[in-house]
């Protein structure tokens, strides 16, 4: 079983940064690609950036793109969603997420295996 941890999320002044960390438990990270998705109160869950799994490609949201930057550092079983520029519309709850064994970036909820619990990211404005 594959548990992930987010953590770095927080309150912040728009205009501000943040740098979410996602840490993986177990063996699979390294085989799996990544993804950060996000739930706004009243919203459905939407995509944000994904990578492969050997950080050869990425895919970003239009509305986070230019802002937003994703990584991953395979030794450590851990991933990074970088944010800068905070808009007050960047406020949800950030969850990431893995697929087992998929090489390239998804967009789609469908294609992650493993979720986390999410960590709350506030901009005031």
């Known amino acids: 079983q594959v548990q992930l941890v987010e953590s770095g999320g927080g309150l912040v002044q728009a205009g501000g940064s943040l740098r979410l960390s996602c840490a993986a438990s177990?063996?699979?990270?390294?085989?799996?690609?990544m993804g950060w998705f996000r739930q706004a109160p009243g919203k459905e869950r939407e995509f944000v950036a994904a990578?492969?799994?050997?950080?050869?490609?990425?895919k970003y949201a239009d509305s986070v793109k230019g802002r937003f930057t994703i990584s991953r550092d395979n030794a450590k079983n851990t991933g990074y969603l970088q944010m800068n520029s905070l808009k007050p519309e960047d406020t949800a709850v950030y969850h990431c997420?893995?697929?087992?064994?998929?090489?390239?970036?998804?967009?789609?909820?469908?294609?992650?295996?493993?979720w986390g619990q999410g960590t709350q990211v506030t901009v005031s404005s």
């Open positions: 997420a893995i697929g087992i064994l998929r090489i390239g970036e998804s967009v789609y909820e469908s294609d992650y295996d493993y």
């Open positions: 177990g063996r699979t990270f390294s085989f799996s690609t």
């Open positions: 990578i492969s799994r050997s950080s050869g490609t990425t």
